[in-house]
């Protein structure tokens, strides 16, 4: 074999590679340290069990002694490879092993609060205290055309006068291809559909006589409003699951403030001043 060749070999470039692996972990670890690692891998009964329940769950049967015996091995590998990835500091600068971490320290404060359960009167205190999130909205019925661009006012008058003849509105709503007709639809799905504003600008109109022009994410339009209904407050029995969900939200997210103020308390904490770093 040529010296080219051997140089070009992959089976070198592996064994280089290894070395400089072992070289770089042997510059990182401190005298001493690296035999004190644990340097055991240890899958207890209940871990092997939660592999051959997750083979199971996946393809319908038990795995075979042969199948479960390449799980194990499969789980220690994952573990060897991951402790050695820690002891050389591979997990320092990666965002996504950070997320991962942050997110995993986070589940583990915030867990209790997914059992915590209040007595009727806290649940209700906190519904009585939170009712726009429970509330219904309102709904509106309604009629609408569009104004072109460059419309004068005589001109919305003239529209005005036609609109008196039911005939003309399927006309004047055919250049739109919004729904002419709205019927019973919630306040924050017109909003949806015709923009940000649009159902609290025909809350105040008259009922079933044109108004307008009100204006939307797509232009100004006249509107005649046939039906309107008020938010209304569902009883808390018929709404308790989702106060319950809401109020354990809220509590972990207590749970997960006080956990961070509680954990910062260990450290000494030095941060630039906003405005500092901002200015540069």
Same mark, same amino acid.
């Not at 089976?11 to 005298?31: D, I």
């Not at 479960?68 to 997990?91: N, P, T």
């Not at 009712?131 to 661009?149: C, K, M």
């Given at each position: ?53 997750? *083979? ?75 009712? =726009? ?8 019925? *309604? ?16 529209? *005005? ?9 399927? =006309? ?109």
């Amino acid at each position: 074999m040529t010296p080219r060749r051997i140089l070009t070999s992959p089976l070198l470039h592996f064994f280089v590679l290894g070395g400089l692996v072992f070289v770089l972990y042997g510059a990182m670890t401190p005298p001493g340290e690296g035999n004190a690692r644990e340097d055991t891998l240890i899958l207890s009964e209940p871990d092997a069990e939660r592999l051959a329940a997750q *083979f199971s769950a996946t393809w319908m049967r038990k795995p075979t002694e042969t199948e479960l015996a390449g799980l194990m091995r499969d789980w220690a590998a994952e573990e060897a490879l991951v402790r050695e990835a820690l002891s050389l500091g591979l997990d320092r600068g990666d965002a996504m092993v950070r997320n991962r971490l942050r997110q995993k320290m986070l589940f583990i404060a915030e867990a209790p609060a997914a059992a915590m359960s209040p007595d009727e009167t806290e649940l209700s205190a906190y519904y009585e205290a939170n009712t =726009e999130r429970f509330a219904r909205p309102g709904s509106l019925s *309604f009629t609408q055309v569009p104004v072109p661009e460059e419309t004068t006012e005589e001109d919305v008058a003239a529209m *005005f006068a036609a609109l008196e003849d039911d005939t003309a509105i399927a =006309e004047m709503a055919r250049s739109s291809l919004l729904p002419a007709d709205i019927e019973g639809m919630a306040a924050p799905a017109v909003d949806r559909v015709f923009g940000t504003g649009f159902a609290a600008a025909l809350a105040d109109l008259p009922l079933k006589q044109w108004d307008g022009p009100v204006q939307s994410a797509y232009g100004r339009h006249l509107v005649r409003v046939t039906a309107r209904s008020a938010p209304t407050l569902p009883p808390l029995g018929s709404v308790r699951d989702t106060v319950l969900s809401d109020w354990r939200a809220e509590e972990a997210r207590k749970i997960r403030e006080a956990f961070i103020d509680a954990l910062l308390e260990r450290y000494k904490v030095e941060l630039p001043a906003p405005a500092e770093v901002l200015a540069r």
